[in-house]
């Protein structure tokens, strides 16, 4: 039931037993902040210097015309309108202009909270500080001091120094509390009080919505009704591995094809290089000109066709950025579609060691040029099925666009870019086409059919190695994102940070068991293993099959994904209380299957913690009880159970004995 109660200066919303909201003058819902900001980035990290410079309580409240409430403190107010949906309440916010506004709801000791959009280092957030702003992920520092440090040495980041591609306004508590602000605005999230959750913005917020529910599932519904879920996977995605390829046409057609002859299934080759490479100290990047390299991909439409007759797709790269000189940067920059500085110069944003300019997805004439040529006529016209639509994170707040405020579009940047590649097929009419992107926020799920984890270090630190794929898998799921997979064996390497055979094996069974399963060589393929390393190819063919043999089963999470329903969820998904949590590495895929991956490097045996149910070995048939298990765990086969009753026992039997 749910319940508004006004007294004199006093207000609480409550959905039958859960306390949504509380304001007394002591213990004010809202604040007025006056604060100046500075912002320095490189290479995408950025750094915020505040200096609050009047803080203002905004401790009493009167009614006013309309069921508005206003609370105020002298001169200075807020008004809420208090809209009731049917498990909570919708705050219509309108606020004074210049001014931050910090909010306080009430929270209970123990009470654990997720989401945030993506957050890797954990995925109960209280006691940390979440950052409300878009921003690079991977840190240059962090990647030096592996390289410096003996392994045993580095001291693992904590949460508050991981930014993220993906952040966004939107909560879930083990209580039953859905907690969504509509902004788009850079801002914080405090939750180091045990009886009270803040956040501030530095522009106050459209609405806040509170909804309350029975689990995690029914919030995840609630958030799907909120903000529609269109992410979607082509069927012939299901049919193998995305095997990540790089060097040109010859090249990709010789490794692709003798994975198949060895027996291996394979959905798609993934060349991010197909226009061309760009050498720098980090190792190989791609060149940012987005149309065929002629040099590396001679006849790249023929190449297609030959791949396409053996049942494989192509699948290229794209960036919402142009390199400094090249070509399409020289078009683009004469027809005025690349962000500027205050002073009119072309505004250059750096990766590694080169500069790019960055188209303005602000202009009308930029966008239809970049869905029509860039996207249609250089990619989809050749037969490429698919992309990566990479970064979208970087935007100046202090650059100049032809239409908007970046300040107020920097966060919602990367989900322009992401629309704007969605229309681009949809024009098209490409219908088996999809795209992937790594950066997002609010909505980002209404366009990118599917989004990947970003850029982990090779190897298994928690804080950016393969470990941190499941936390941030895990929170972008609380935050309405339904369908993610990860870059199996990593992507940065540097110095002595390479990854093995055996890595690469363990990151490969962690992606057969997921919704999709691609490779990446890595930015210095040439020190790291890949898929058809010697020891490493016989576990590619299997763990392939494998995961084409589940396609049943993956089709349907795929289904329930795009209705809302997280294909990934933590361990403590069905119980509803994160005290329930035994491990925070594994994971529900679908409702039927338990996956512990080994994120130990030698172990041949893992300690699991199965949740509540009656769960089968896949691999063995043996029976096991919930609770905590040593269990036998030699490469190519990971600890993973499956539900006894579950209607696709017989197809998960069958599946483990074809491998």
């Not at 522009?203 to 958030?223: F, I, Y």
């Not at 040109?248 to 299934?265: E, N, P, S, V």
């Not at 679908?590 to 913690?609: E, K, Q, S």
Request: aromatic residues 12%.
């Amino acid at each position: 039931m749910l319940k508004s109660s006004i007294s004199w200066n006093t207000w609480t919303l409550s959905a039958g037993e859960c306390r949504l909201l509380s304001h007394t003058p002591t213990m004010p819902f809202a604040s007025a902040v006056r604060q100046e900001k500075r912002y320095s980035a490189k290479r995408g990290s950025v750094k915020t210097e505040v200096v609050e410079t009047a803080r203002i309580p905004l401790t009493d409240l009167r009614e006013e015309a309309d069921g508005v409430l206003c609370f105020f403190a002298g001169k200075h107010s807020l008004r809420v309108r208090p809209v009731e949906e049917k498990n909570g309440f919708t705050l219509q916010l309108t606020g004074e202009e210049g001014w931050s506004y910090e909010f306080r709801l009430p929270a209970r000791k123990g009470e654990a909270v997720f989401g945030g959009g993506e957050q890797y280092r954990k995925v109960n957030l209280r006691g940390e500080r979440v950052v409300n702003f878009v921003s690079e992920h991977i840190k240059a520092t962090t990647i030096v001091e592996k390289a410096l440090v003996p392994r045993p040495l580095y001291l693992e980041k904590p949460h508050s120094s991981i930014g993220s591609y993906a952040p966004m306004p939107v909560f879930v508590t083990d209580r039953g509390r859905l907690i969504l602000f509509d902004t788009p605005c850079d801002g914080l999230a405090d939750f180091s009080d045990d009886n009270e959750l803040l956040f501030s913005f530095d522009a106050c917020p459209k609405s806040l919505t509170l909804l309350a529910g029975r689990s995690l599932r029914e919030l995840s519904a609630m958030l799907d009704a909120r903000i529609p879920n269109r992410q979607y996977l082509p069927a012939w995605c299901h049919e193998g591995m995305i095997l990540g390829i790089q060097g040109g046409t010859q090249t990709i057609l010789d490794k692709c094809f003798k994975m198949l002859d060895a027996g291996a299934k394979v959905s798609a080759v993934w060349s991010q290089d197909w226009s061309g490479e760009k050498r720098t100290v980090m190792g190989k990047q791609v060149n940012w000109n987005w149309e065929v390299d002629r040099a590396l991909y001679p006849d790249l439409r023929g190449a297609i066709k030959k791949l396409n007759a053996r049942g494989v797709r192509f699948l290229a790269y794209i960036n919402p950025y142009l390199v400094k000189g090249g070509p399409l940067y020289k078009h683009c920059k004469a027809k005025g579609w690349l962000i500027r500085k205050q002073d009119g110069s072309i505004y250059h944003i750096k990766s590694t060691t080169f500069d790019a300019g960055m188209l303005d997805l602000t202009h009308p004439d930029a966008v239809r040029y970049i869905k029509e040529t860039l996207i249609g006529k250089n990619m989809l016209d050749l037969g490429i099925s698919g992309w990566m639509a990479d970064f979208g994170e970087y935007l100046p707040v202090d650059c100049v666009l032809h239409d908007g405020d970046p300040r107020l579009l920097h966060n919602t940047w990367p989900v322009l870019w992401a629309k704007i590649n969605r229309e681009a097929i949809e024009e098209y009419g490409a219908e088996d086409a999809f795209f992937f992107t790594r950066s997002g926020y609010l909505g980002i799920q209404s366009y990118a059919p599917i989004l990947w984890n970003g850029d982990q270090h090779t190897d298994t630190t928690r804080d950016y190695g393969m470990p941190c794929v499941m936390p941030a898998s895990f929170s972008l799921a609380f935050s309405g994102v339904t369908m993610v997979h990860c870059d199996i064996g990593g992507f940065f390497s540097f110095a002595k940070m390479r990854r093995n055979g055996e890595l690469f094996t363990r990151w490969m069974e962690m992606g057969c068991f997921s919704l999709l399963m691609r490779s990446h060589e890595s930015i210095r393929p040439w020190a790291n293993a890949q898929f058809d390393a010697r020891n490493v190819k016989p576990y590619t063919v299997k763990l392939t099959r494998l995961h084409a043999a589940l396609r049943p089963y993956i089709e349907q999470l795929a289904e329930e994904a795009a209705a809302g329903v997280p294909a990934l969820r933590p361990d403590f998904w069905e119980a509803g209380s994160f005290a329930a949590s035994g491990d925070p590495y594994s994971y529900f895929l679908g409702d039927d299957l338990f996956v512990c991956p080994v994120i130990r490097l030698g172990a041949r045996n893992r300690t699991v913690h199965l949740p509540e149910g009656d769960w089968i070995g896949f691999w063995t048939g043996r029976s096991y009880a919930p609770g905590k298990h040593q269990v036998v765990a030699p490469l190519g086969r990971p600890p993973v159970f499956y539900r006894r009753g579950s209607k696709y026992a017989e197809l998960f039997r069958q599946a483990a004995d074809g491998v």
